[in-house]
């Protein structure tokens, strides 16, 4: 039995998603919210309550399964005693394997987004439970979803200067838990994933534009400039992360050229040009 935490998030669901093609059976969704999985129901996925800050739902909600997917909660700040919960209501209830979404580098990245990944699976390591950290780096639509007031204001902004960006799709990522969860030698692995083609903020904003038909540009701005304007727009945990990324991104934190995540799945990840070509189509 395969549990997949997190299973009605954007992630989670394509998880499943991949899960049922590949023909697996007894797959459980664990979800905060179970009348929010009624459509996985409706297709033979078992759904499951399942609260990371109530331990004792988390512990009903693995009993039966063998391998279990992490995905980490999005409550910035809290998220470590959180994912320590899973892991130990996963080994209490006779999981063998856990699968944790984690960041790109984890063990070395200079990110502060990369602190609670870490302590993660340093708890994960000690926990005696089989393992493989997906260490997933920057995804598309951390970025394509700026598309619309770019196009509105002719301007991609950004702080992230040079640095490339490894990116991937959602659907990337979620292909490789699945392949993951669903195959065989993968105990106690760590996979650095990332998309086949670097890109910088710039060469987003000129393939916006070329697919718009619209000259777009980038500007580029000091952290604290460009995390001050997020905050306008986001929660300030989420704003400080966004910006110091991109700070970080500078320098190389966010690249990758090991093609881990391609050979994985065994296809290309999705290009720059299909990534900003589904975000415009979402605009339509």
């Known amino acids: ?25 007894e797959i459980v969704a664990a979800v905060r919210t179970p009348e929010k999985a009624k459509d996985l129901a409706g297709r033979g996925v ?7 800050n109530d331990p004792a739902s988390l512990k009903s909600a693995f009993a039966g399964a ?22 130990d209501a996963a080994k209490a209830a006779g999981v063998r394997f856990v699968a944790y979404t984690s960041i ?9 987004l990369a602190k609670e990944h870490l302590a993660t699976e340093e708890y994960l390591r000690a926990s005696g439970l089989a393992f493989s950290m997906l260490r997933n780096g920057w995804y598309y639509e951390n970025q394509t979803a700026a598309i619309a007031p770019s196009l509105e ?3 991609f902004i950004g702080a992230s200067g040079e640095g490339r960006f490894a990116a991937a799709t959602r659907a990337d990522y979620a292909e490789a838990a699945a392949v993951v969860l669903s195959g065989e030698g993968h105990e106690n692995t760590v996979y650095e994933l990332g998309g086949d083609e670097p890109y910088k903020r710039a060469e987003l904003a000129a393939e916006a534009g070329r697919q718009v038909g619209k000259a777009i540009g980038y500007h580029d701005l000091p952290e604290a400039e460009y995390e001050k304007i997020l905050a306008g727009l986001l929660p300030p945990a989420v704003a400080h992360m966004i910006a110091d990324a991109e700070d970080k991104a500078r320098g190389g934190a966010l690249d990758d050229d090991s093609h881990t995540l ?16 589904e975000a415009l189509k979402a605009l339509a």
């Open 66 to 87: 063998s391998k279990l997917l992490l995905i980490s909660s999005s409550e910035l700040g809290d998220r470590v005693a959180q994912h320590k919960a899973v892991i």
């Open 262 to 277: 391609s050979r994985l799945i065994g296809r290309p990840t999705a290009s720059l040009r299909d990534a900003v070509g």
């Open 1 to 25: 039995m395969i549990v997949v935490t997190g299973a009605t998030g954007l992630l989670g669901r394509l998880v499943v998603e991949n899960l049922l093609r590949k023909g697996s059976k």
């Open 104 to 112: 790109l580098h984890a063990d070395t990245s200079p990110l502060d």
């Open 153 to 155: 204001h002719g301007v």
């Open 46 to 52: 078992e759904v499951r309550k399942a609260d990371y």
